[in-house]
């Protein structure tokens, strides 16, 4: 999982969107309530120009953490969703 984890963070800091996207779709699967995932995911995805399923993704991980564990996402998981927000 972390190796998954590191080569998301390095396509993403490439500008690797598209690689970026797809290496965290495959954390969050296999580790849904891991948020760091989902923030890479929502980076890479916003990064690729994508921000309508950028803020999907928040809106997915958002609802699971409510339902499944009853939280809220982490203050982290919430500034990037608030600047989607503010992009759009």
Same mark, same amino acid.
């Given at each position: 999982? =972390?190796?998954? @984890?590191?080569?998301?963070?390095?396509?993403?800091?490439?500008? @690797?969107?598209?690689?970026?996207?797809?290496?965290?779709? &495959?954390?969050?699967?296999? &580790?849904?309530? =891991?948020? #760091? %995932?989902?923030?890479?995911?929502?980076?890479?995805?916003?990064? %690729?120009?994508? =921000?309508?399923?950028?803020?999907r $993704?928040? #809106?997915?991980?958002?609802?699971?953490? $409510?339902?499944?564990?009853?939280?809220?996402?982490?203050? @982290? #998981? @919430?500034?990037?969703?608030?600047?989607?927000? =503010?992009? %759009?």
């Open positions: 999982m =972390r190796a998954l @984890e590191c080569l998301a963070a390095v396509a993403l800091a490439n500008g @690797e969107h598209p690689l970026a996207a797809q290496l965290a779709r &495959e954390v969050v699967d296999l &580790e849904p309530f =891991r948020e #760091t %995932g989902w923030q890479r995911l929502m980076r890479a995805l916003a990064g %690729g120009g994508n =921000r309508a399923e950028a803020v $993704a928040y #809106t997915q991980c958002k609802k699971l953490l $409510a339902d499944e564990l009853g939280v809220a996402p982490s203050p @982290e #998981t @919430e500034a990037i969703a608030r600047g989607l927000r =503010r992009r %759009g």
